[in-house]
């Protein structure tokens, strides 16, 4: 009903189950996809999205003190994460951007895992098919292609499960995610396009590159598609499980939208405060979406204090493990580069290590260096 | 369990940064820091950052004073760590990853800012990075290809060996000493020196060959630190070429202070120095009897309209600025060199000088002309606000048409103020005084002002510009006069 299968501007309104004021909003079609969650469940989401956020919180600050060269945090889109990887099934793969830590945290990475690429210990964190997502994306809207050829697979398989990919509102002006929505559409894939449009690309507000909004586009490639609250975790959960039922039962690719706000830098190496207004934060910040789901929970007094405090342990052994954990990662042994390059054995990759071998050997006994000569 | 020192060095706060400027320190020798607590603000070519404390204990050392430019992997501030590695184990980790990245490194690192493009470097920021001393930077360089023609390249330190111009590129015979681009060492010598400062084109090696040693290095260190370069040990290009790093502790003996030119106030030189000889700027002034603008001023004061915004001076004096520009479009104009055209705003950016704890800065106030007093008032009270907090946005700062400055509340009367630069007029207020003056043919204890207009005469004659300030003076000494304008 609210699909956008028609480019129609009264469809670009949000779905929202949650307000920002903490109220619960009802709403005809989305009501019955969380009929199921309790207040437990409700807590469940609130204890994920104040652990993901310190872990944020805590990554920013290894960055800052030296222990991570990079890191691209997701402040602010807690709920977006939360909430539509929270719907997955564990057969379910994700295919994700550099930015979805919260994501991969749902799907059970080990916290000293997450923080490997990001020290610069490797080159992917962890085993993709241990927790069936795949390596942290660097290069813009590529994950999507992965995404959907994995959805094809999936279709070959006959298997039910599905596909889903998490990208932002820059990502969709790639030819590649555009490409993906071909295949995705023409093939019918079960594969789910999760946009966090987080309204800035680096430096570049979205609607430099989107007149209308996003989600407007996938109708385009035949492909319905839905605009959530991005800070709601509820409406997050709602219409990913509907993507996810529908991708399960032969009805193809879901594009959404969901709307939220990055609250930081793009990634620490970066100062927003260049390029946008202090007061566009103040509004974001207003629509916070723990601060929203803590007002629901207390609303329905489902946040004593041992529910908060606990939730707060929870966030602070986390926090403690993650930094444990970075610190204490030993550095990785110089050969170490030729580990992954080729699943299978290769002549001329050895070739390269064995002079490597020799290069690094020769520092051992200076004497002999012609050997770094040699690989000069 | 003894205390236990801890350096914090300071990373790479961005993506290949070499440097940071600390600009502020949030603690003392002697405090009592928590994991993650806030120390410094921390300066990159990309952002001012803040830095939290790797470690919880008490602040032992600083070692840097707030202003100096520190060199990434360099020490910056000391911890007594109570019982040894409580957390943050890798205390060493911090420095050494630093200083492994460093080693991965191309010899001169520049930073390449991820999403500003690479050309950032022509842009202004950077500018004020310390130079970096040349000559390592070329023993450096990593060889090219070793090419025959190569072979015949003087080099300086290697001993003489006869060229062989003509040998086969991948002749096995090639002496190994053959001249090459740098020094012979090792990496990890190399290294050594780097982070000593030590030019290895001016060390003779006494290893094999003429390989310079680790010993070597040292040695060299020991013979430039008794040449000169007092106290600091450690004698990078920063500390050469920041003399003025830490003025707070200048001694006492010490007869100047030089503060390297940078930040805000490198941008207001710009600026004035470029519209000062730019534009021919013509001022004029006018003293006004204001008294029955203040007197409308307090009964503002007691209307319930305007009951929760405080009404200056300011905000009367922008909105007869506004209401005489109207008649006066000519001082809301631009000379647009480039394109050889002058053009006339049809929209008031008004811009208000605003001293804020980062420098001169003028916001302007957006299609100030839509605005009633009211309005005005609650602008220039964001506007100011939003200043002080040091938290202006770049959009602020840009696309002014015209400029106000008040320098009445510090008690001036009467400037020459220089253009903002891009703008045909600003607008000096001086401070309100009692002084006798005439009125109504006798002398009378009255409050008056004094305005002061510098305009661009490029766009503005002397009548425009005089009958401009005229407007403002009759709207501020008889304020029912705006009837007759509007």
Known sequence: MLLNNEADAAQDELVQLIAPNGERRHHPVYDRWVADVDGEALQALY????????????????????????????????????????ALREDDFVFSSYRESGVAYCRGVDLTDLMRVWRGNASAGWDPFAINMAPTQVIIGAQTLHATGYA???????????????????????????????????????????????????????????????????????????????????????????????????????????????????????????????????????KDPIARLAGLLDAEGLLPAEVSDSVQASADDVAARLREGCISMPEPAAQDVFKHVYSEPNSWLERQQDQYERYLASFESPVSDSSEEASR | MAPVIKEFRLPDLGEGLTESEIVAWHVAVGDTVELNQVI?????????????????GV??????????????????????????????????????????????????????????????????????????????VTAETPAPAETPGLAATPVPVVSSVTAVPSAPADEPSVPAEAPRE??????????????????????????????????????????????GAAGKGHATPEAVSQPGGAPASSAAGERETRTPIKGVRKHTAAAMVASAFTAPH???????????????LARLKTSRAFADVRITPLALVAKALCIALDRNPTLNSRWDEAAQEIVQHHYVNLGIAAATPRGLMVPNIKDAQTLGLRGLADALKNLTETARAGKTSPA??????????????????????????????????GSVRKMPWEYKDEIALRQVMTLSLSFDHRLVDGEQGSRFLADIGTILQDPGMVLTMV
């Open chain 1, 152 to 286: 094809m697979g999936i279709l070959h398989d006959g298997a039910d499960s599905v596909a889903v990919t998490y990208f932002g509102d820059g990502a969709t002006s790639q030819g590649d995610v555009n490409e993906a929505m071909v295949f995705a559409a023409s093939y019918q894939a079960p594969v789910i396009f999760f946009c966090q449009n987080n309204q800035w690309a680096i430096s570049e507000p979205v609607r430099l590159q989107a007149h209308v909004p996003i989600a407007r586009r996938a109708p385009g490639f035949g492909i319905p598609s839905v605009r959530v609250d991005g800070n709601d975790v509820l409406a997050c959960l709602a219409v990913t499980r509907e993507a996810l039922d529908r991708a399960r039962t032969g009805g193809g690719p879901t594009f959404i939208e969901a709307v939220t706000y990055r609250m930081g830098p793009h990634t620490t190496a970066d100062d927003p405060t260049r390029y946008r207004d202090a007061n566009e934060l103040e509004d974001w910040a207003a």
């Open chain 2, 396 to 429: 602020d700062l840009s696309g002014g048409t015209i400029s106000i400055t008040n320098v009445g509340v510090f008690g001036i009367d009467a400037g020459t103020p220089i253009l903002n630069p891009g703008e045909a007029a600003i607008l000096a207020m």
């Open chain 2, 59 to 136: 602040v032992a050392k600083l070692h840097e004073q707030p202003g100096t430019v520190v060199e990434v992997g360099s020490p910056i501030v000391s911890f007594d760590v109570p019982g040894g590695d409580s957390g943050g184990g890798s205390g060493a980790g911090a420095g050494k990853a630093t200083a492994d990245d460093d080693d991965a490194q191309p010899a001169k690192r520049e930073p390449n800012l991820v999403g500003y493009g690479a050309a950032l470097e022509k842009s202004d920021r950077p500018a004020r990075r310390a130079r970096r001393s040349e000559t390592p």
């Open chain 2, 182 to 227: 740098r020094p012979r060492s090792t990496p990890p010598v190399r290294k050594l020196a780097r982070d000593l400062g030590i030019d290895l084109t001016q060390v003779n090696g006494t290893g094999p060959q003429g390989l310079i040693t680790r010993e070597d290095v040292l040695a060299a260190q020991e013979g430039a630190a008794h040449e």
């Open chain 2, 282 to 296: 013509v001022t004029e002034f006018l003293t006004v009897d204001v008294t029955a603008s203040m007197e409308l």
């Open chain 2, 40 to 56: 410094a603000d921390v300066e990159t070519a990309k952002a001012v950052v803040e830095l939290p404390s790797p470690y919880a």
């Open chain 1, 47 to 86: 204890r994920d999205m104040v652990v993901i956020r310190r872990i944020d919180a805590e990554a920013t600050a290894l960055q800052r003190q030296g222990e991570l060269a990079l890191w691209p945090p997701f402040l602010g889109q807690e709920a977006a994460q939360i909430g539509s990887a929270r």
